[in-house]
Nanobody, 125 residues
Framework: QVQLVESGGGLVQAGASLRLSCAASGRTDSIHAMAWFRQAPGKEREFVASISWGLGSISYASSVKGRFTISRDKSLNTGYLQMNRLQPADTAVYFC??????????????????WGQGTQVTVSS
């Protein structure tokens, strides 16, 4: 079992930056993939970015490509999402997810077994 805890959310103005962190604990040696999803009120959970834990292969949703950067520090068992040039449309609860298998380019929440509790990101115009 893997536990994930997100941090770093908050309220910012459009154009600002935030960095989200996802600290993993438990059976961290099981992690082969980590991803970020987000969910706005009344909308389905949406894929943001994913990274393979070993090689660092990365995928992004088209809506965030060029603005967001996913990374991980294996020594700290922590993943990150650097979010730049934030827009009001980025307002959502952001969830960290992880799995013991890396599926390149997958954007399906069902492909991830472990989830954090989420952190709120609000971008004002």
């Amino acid at each position: 079992q893997v536990q994930l805890v997100e941090s770093g959310g908050g309220l910012v103005q459009a154009g600002a930056s935030l960095r989200l962190s996802c600290a993993a604990s438990g059976r961290t040696d099981s992690i082969h993939a980590m991803a970020w999803f987000r969910q706005a009120p009344g909308k389905e959970r949406e894929f943001v970015a994913s990274i393979s834990w070993g090689l660092g292969s990365i995928s992004y949703a088209s809506s965030v490509k060029g603005r967001f950067t996913i990374s991980r520090d294996k020594s700290l068992n922590t993943g990150y999402l650097q979010m730049n040039r934030l827009q009001p449309a980025d307002t959502a609860v952001y969830f960290c997810a992880a799995d013991d298998t890396y599926y390149p380019g997958t954007a399906f929440p069902a492909d991830y077994d472990w989830w954090g509790q989420g952190t709120q990101v609000t971008v004002s115009s």
